[in-house]
Structure formats: C-alpha cells, structure tokens
C-alpha cells in the first residue's frame, strides 16, 4: 500500500488533475478493469498513459486495463500526504504573490480616506498635481468621462493579465463532472460510489476559495488606483463643488455634482454610467473575455 501511495502522490504533485483523472478511471471500472474508451471523454492521452506508466494499470486479458490495488488507491486519494500535494500544486498555479498581498493592504488603506479627512486632503492635493491641469482645460462632466474610461481601460487590462480563466473553468467543469458522475451513480443504485463522490464533492468545496482568490486577485490592483481617483474626485467636490457647474439627469433635469440623483450622488451616478459603456466598448475592441474559460 505504501508504494501505491507514494506513486498516487507524485503523479498528483506533478499534475493535480491526477487527482481527478484517477477518481473517474475507478468510478467508471467494471469488475477492476478499464478501457480508454470508457474515459477518454475525461482524461487526456497524456494522463492516461501516465497511470500505465506508473504501474497504477496494467494490462489485462482483452482490451481492458486492470487497476492495481483498488482500495489502496481510494485510501491513497484521501490521504493527508496527497490532498497537501493537490492543495501545494494549486497553491502555485493560483497563489498571491507578495506583490499583490502588498497591493491589497495599499487598497484597504485608502479605504481610510473615505472617512478620515487628513487622508482624503492629501490623497486628492496629491492627486491634484496631475490631474488638474486636466480640470482646468476641460468641464468637469468630462474629467469624469476621461477618468472613467481610463480606469475602465486597465481595470480590463488588469483582468485579462492577472485572472486565471482557464483555472476557474476548471473549477467550473469540475464540479459539473462530479454533479454528474454522482447523477449517474444514484441512477444505476451504485451506493459505495455515491458515497465516495459526495465526499469528493464535499472535499472539492476548497475550489470555491480558488475561485474567489482568483476573481479577487486583479481587484486588489484595479482598487489600488481607482480609490485615489475617487478620493480625488470626492476631494473636488468637498473643496470645490460650488465652481464645477452642474449636469443634467434624466427625470431629475438639472443637478449640482454633489446633490442626489438615482440614491447616490450625481458624479458617482454620471461615473458610473460612463465607466460600465467604456469598460464594454474597450472589452469588445480589444477582444478580451473575463469569464471562466475551459478551453
């Protein structure tokens, strides 16, 4: 068993969706064997001729492949040593650098700017080095469409680059798989399978983490340099909100910037709306998707 072990866990360091690929060629063996048809539409080539490498299939009489020491790799699968190695596997695919650790406590201390007015102060006089060049040559409705489609342009830069879509697809199919396979377990009253993937499933919850550490990753960095925008802009209106003129709001006609409209303020709301089209144009122009991809 010791030796089963050990070549579970290192094809599952080498590759963690080892892990997967094993638990579907014994979902889905008859009577201890199996044939490449009956899981080719799961596993590559490549993952099945590393479980024939390994010794984990053997070649038995016809076109079947015999799993060598069934239980000794189910108990393998749930062993402490081989989860580590899945977990330390996708820890490096999916990992936070230092870098983007130090990006998310740069966000979270401009969030203080909201409520602290010394740091709100010199965020937005800082700020305003650079960005008031552009308030002076340009009314106010339109520093806040050239802001927000500059801001629209790296948050969707940010996302291609630093999100992992083909990580988070597998992620997604993975659990329809194993939705699936626990489907047709219950269908044909297979109790010792269903049993085993329910508790694969609920082991396969941690992918939810990996999810979210994925989507949160590029965020850390667009809030990085969008929050002092907005304290830059919330700054402006605070010190100047009586200069920038006015903008007119559908139902609501003529508003000052820092009167309400639609709940929230009305260069928040006139942000907002410039920022989603910008952000959809700029996606669409340069062909880039931020969806969970399998391919």
Do not use: H
Not at 29 to 58: C, F, H, P
Not at 75 to 93: P, S
Not at 129 to 141: D, I, K, M, Q, T
């Amino acid at each position: 068993m010791a030796r089963v072990a050990t070549k579970v866990e290192d094809l599952v360091r080498e590759d963690p969706a080892m892990d997967e690929a094993l638990r579907v060629v014994l979902d889905r063996a008859e009577g201890g064997t199996v044939e490449w048809a009956d899981v080719n539409d799961e596993l590559t080539s490549g993952q099945w001729g590393r479980l024939i490498e390994k010794g984990v299939l053997k070649s038995a009489s016809g076109d079947g492949f015999a799993i060598q020491d069934r239980d000794a790799i189910e108990v393998a699968l749930d062993d402490d040593d081989v989860k580590q190695a899945k977990t330390a596997a996708d820890d490096e695919e999916t990992g936070w650098t230092a870098y983007d650790k130090a990006a998310a406590v740069g966000a979270l201390g401009m969030f203080l700017g909201y409520s602290i007015g010394s740091v709100r102060n010199a965020i937005g006089q800082t700020l305003d080095l650079v960005l008031g060049p552009l308030n002076e040559a340009l009314p106010f409705y339109a520093v806040v469409l050239v802001l927000a489609m500059v801001t629209g342009l790296y948050s969707t830069l940010l996302q291609a680059n630093l999100m992992n879509t083909e990580k988070m697809g597998e992620y997604q199919a993975k659990a329809k798989d194993i939705q699936k396979r626990l489907k047709d377990a219950k269908a044909r009253d297979d109790d010792a399978a269903v049993e085993r993937i329910q508790k694969e499933q609920m082991e396969a919850m941690g992918d939810q983490m990996g999810m979210m550490k994925e989507q949160f990753r590029p965020m850390v960095w667009i809030m990085l340099l969008t929050i002092p925008v907005f304290l830059w802009l919330y700054w402006m209106i605070l010190e100047n909100g009586g200069t920038l003129g006015t903008v007119t709001m559908p139902l609501f006609g003529e508003v000052a910037w820092n009167r309400t409209a639609f709940v929230m303020p009305a260069w928040i709301v006139w942000y907002f709306v410039c920022s989603l089209g910008f952000t959809q144009v700029i996606r669409k122009a340069l062909n880039i998707s931020t969806t969970p991809s399998t391919s």
